[in-house]
């Protein structure tokens, strides 16, 4: 379904192996001078290719390489890191402010993403329908994933959830008395779903497309034959979508790991009250700059590397058994 | 398109290495001018605050960089949660502030680490007028021999009430109240006025440690804990009640107000912070609001002592002489206490507390505060504070509002909170 760009040089250079490969040892190698032009085309993608390589280097793979390090030991920013063995990894299980950071994004995570994404793809349904103003509500919906990750978008949220403000109100017309949800240890965690469910504009705008993909002809097929809406929903609409469907929760998953910003300024720059919010990037980031204790942080950094390449695995093993591609598109 | 034609690849090439040459010149010339003799230096100054602060130092320092022409100033400021992380990263990194804002908290986790400046040898070397301190303040940063910072203010704890609520109450508190008083004042206010007496002080470590050292003890030693889990669990154990009985404010409000305070919301009577933050107090609140002597036990010892703000200089900078002359400017010229007021805490050196003279109510009470405790005696010389103090008095914090909300038993809460604060200890 999708294609890998890669560049000329690479393509070229994959063409000769595969040359090579078709003729077997001692087929027709390439003319001298062949081989000398893809040298020259080598050296010139490597050369243009060289700032990414560079940045790649210093900016992710060095410091990448270095935090691993510093996981095996205690670092306090000032000192030489002392080499500790797997000590960062013993604390981490036996902290029970790290276990609560794992509850808590788990918790984040589990109840977070469904929501997120059927939001996503009712609006989507919506909006795949031709009506008048439909280019408006496209962009009215999508308008809050453009901000949902900026600083005042969680301010707004705060202001909005905490006591004595509007959702407050609201709720006491309705005769329900739960407070602000921003003091309250359990409700604040669904202020903070609440922001990344507004937030559905991106896999919202995926799933459009993939619904746009289904054929007509399937849904006419099936109103002849009697089908309500329900069942053309899960009949036609899910299975032809669930390529789309299994690319969104893939990358909602992952990214709902990865909440730190919202978590953060909703709870006042604390991950509180009463650890509620302390999500897991919250915590490293805590343990990290406010305690000084980098070994620490960078030990759960790659912790939640492997949680988050687990959970992929399992996704990637499950879709065999409910993404259907069309066929050929495997 | 036709231009460059005449110019084959090698007179391009000379043209290119003539231009970085000449660029290689030009920043040649930008090096000299700026370390050279005779150029302006430039300091960089760092502090934690709200804009109002912020606005009133950037005036302080305009005003010395017009009678020290030769020095400049960068400014930054953040809150003061955000000020320390941002100070960490840039020391670590080599890159600190030339002089920073700093408190008893941080000194000996700094001094540790090499990041201050010992300013003791520019006080010889006269760039830093260590004359006029306020009751020997002039030595309150000193650590085994080294001058880490020189004070600005001095502040005390006090116990911030709303005045019409302690009035309607009948209470008026007097130096030489006790517990066992303030208790009772806080039943009084709950039965007839239907609000907590307090916000809270559970988590409030400075208000413990008062409450340790009427007892003989004190939070810190200098390399580790003053007590054990015998004397919290009680402590704590009292305040879960007390939240419960509404003795003190419902938490899950108090945490939703943050950064405003409990009391200026009308959420509670009073709460015990330091005596010069009582100025925000007013601007919060509707109410108006007084300052109130800290209990004791027996009437006599409330375990006092004169806290401060003070600026430091960090060890790294390249212009000690300089971080020495404007430290000295603001520690020491009156018109910066004119400018300042009590913003940081009462003048520390006679020179700026005489120059300025409070007009407003709130400030006028912070100077009478400081002036009865002086006068009452009761003040002693501050107890250290280990390096990881400020991760611990983190902790305290948060740990005590987990109590209130019910989050943990206080067994649980105490247990967890000694073994932060060992950690804590233990790495930095």
């Known amino acids: 379904m999708t294609h890998i760009h890669t560049s000329p040089g690479v393509l070229a250079a994959g063409d000769d192996r595969s040359v090579a490969k078709r003729n077997g040892p001692g087929g027709n190698a390439p003319p001298p001078a062949r081989k000398r032009r893809d040298r020259g085309e080598n050296v010139a993608g490597y050369l243009f290719m060289s700032p990414w390589i560079a940045g790649f280097l210093f900016l992710i793979a060095g410091p990448m390489v270095f935090s691993l390090y510093l996981s095996f030991t205690e670092y306090n920013l000032f000192e030489a890191p002392r080499w500790i063995g797997l000590q960062n990894f013993t604390d981490m299980f036996a902290d029970p402010r790290w276990r609560q950071s794992v509850k808590v994004t788990s918790w984040y995570v589990l109840i977070g993403t469904p929501i997120k994404l059927a939001a996503a793809l009712a609006v989507a349904m919506l909006l795949a329908q031709k009506r008048w103003g439909q280019s408006f509500y496209r962009a009215a919906f999508y308008a809050p994933s453009l901000i949902g990750a900026s600083v005042s978008a969680a301010i707004v949220w705060r202001a909005l959830f905490s006591d004595d403000a509007i959702v407050d109100r609201t709720q006491k017309v309705f005769g329900v008395e739960v407070g602000g949800w921003i003091g309250d240890p359990a409700m604040i965690i669904y202020a903070l779903i609440a922001l990344t469910v507004w937030q559905f504009g991106a896999p919202m705008v995926i799933f459009l497309a993939g619904l746009k993909q289904v054929p007509r002809e399937l849904y006419e097929a099936a109103e002849v034959d009697g089908a309500g809406p329900w069942r053309r929903f899960f009949h036609i609409t899910l299975p032809m979508i669930s390529p789309v469907l299994f690319f969104n929760v893939l990358l909602e998953t992952i990214h709902s790991f990865q909440i730190f910003g919202s978590a953060y300024i909703v709870s006042n720059s604390s991950c509180g009250p009463a650890d509620a919010t302390l999500v897991y990037t919250c915590y490293l980031y805590e343990q990290g700059f406010v305690n000084s204790r980098m070994g620490f942080a960078s030990a759960m950094g790659w912790l939640l590397l492997v949680a988050v390449g687990l959970v992929t695995a399992v996704l990637f093993w499950s879709q065999k058994r409910w993404v259907h591609y069309e066929e050929g598109g495997r | ?428």
């Open chain 2, 1 to 428: 398109m036709s231009r460059n034609n005449g110019m084959d690849r090698r007179q391009l090439l000379k043209l290119a290495g003539l231009s970085a040459a000449g660029l290689g010149l030009t920043a040649a010339g930008c090096g000299s001018g700026s370390g050279g003799s005779g150029g302006p230096v430039t300091i960089r100054h760092s502090w934690w605050g709200a804009d109002d602060r912020a606005k009133k130092v950037q005036q302080c320092v305009t005003l010395f960089e017009k009678k020290h022409p030769k020095i400049k100033v960068k400014t930054d400021f953040q809150q003061y949660a955000d000020f320390w992380k941002k100070f960490n990263t840039q020391a670590a990194g080599g890159n600190p502030p030339d002089v920073i804002q700093n408190a008893v908290t941080f000194l000996r986790k700094y001094e540790a680490k090499n990041v201050l400046l010992d300013l003791g040898p520019q006080a010889e070397k006269g760039n830093l007028d260590l004359g006029g301190f306020r009751s020997g303040l002039e030595k309150f940063a000193e650590i085994d021999g080294k001058l880490l910072g020189v004070p600005v203010g001095s502040n005390s704890m006090a116990l911030v009430i709303d005045e019409k609520v302690y009035e309607k109450a009948g209470i008026a508190p007097e130096i030489g109240w006790t517990w066992d008083d303030w208790l009772a004042g806080l039943e009084k206010i709950k039965s007839g006025q239907k609000i907590a007496g307090d916000a809270g002080p559970h988590g409030v470590m400075y208000l413990y440690d008062l409450i340790l050292r009427q007892n003989g003890k004190a939070f810190f030693t200098e390399d580790g804990m003053g007590f054990g889990e015998d004397e919290l669990l009680p402590y704590w154990t009292e305040a879960l009640e007390r939240v419960k009985s509404g003795l003190y404010a419902d938490p899950n409000k108090v945490e939703q107000l943050k950064p405003a305070s409990a009391t200026a919301k009308g959420l509670s009577a009073g709460e015990f912070t330091w005596d010069n933050f009582s100025v925000r107090y007013s601007a919060e609140g509707r109410s108006s609001y007084g300052l109130a002597p800290i209990p004791s036990t027996d009437g006599k010892k409330t375990g006092q002592y004169l806290g401060s703000l003070m600026l430091s200089g960090t060890a790294r900078t390249k212009h000690p002489a300089e971080v020495a002359t404007f430290i000295s400017f603001m520690t020491h010229d009156p018109e910066v206490a004119r400018i300042m007021g009590y913003d940081r805490g009462v003048p520390a050196t006679t020179a700026q507390f005489g120059a300025y003279q409070p007009s407003d109510a709130p400030s006028k009470a912070i100077g009478a505060y400081e002036t009865a405790i002086a006068d009452a005696g009761v003040l002693e010389p501050i107890t250290p504070h280990p390096a990881g103090a400020d991760v611990i008095e983190a902790a305290f914090l948060r740990i005590g509002a987990d109590l209130s909300l019910g989050k943990s038993s206080p067994e649980e809460s105490v247990k967890q909170f000694f073994s932060e604060a060992k950690t804590a200890l233990g790495s930095n």
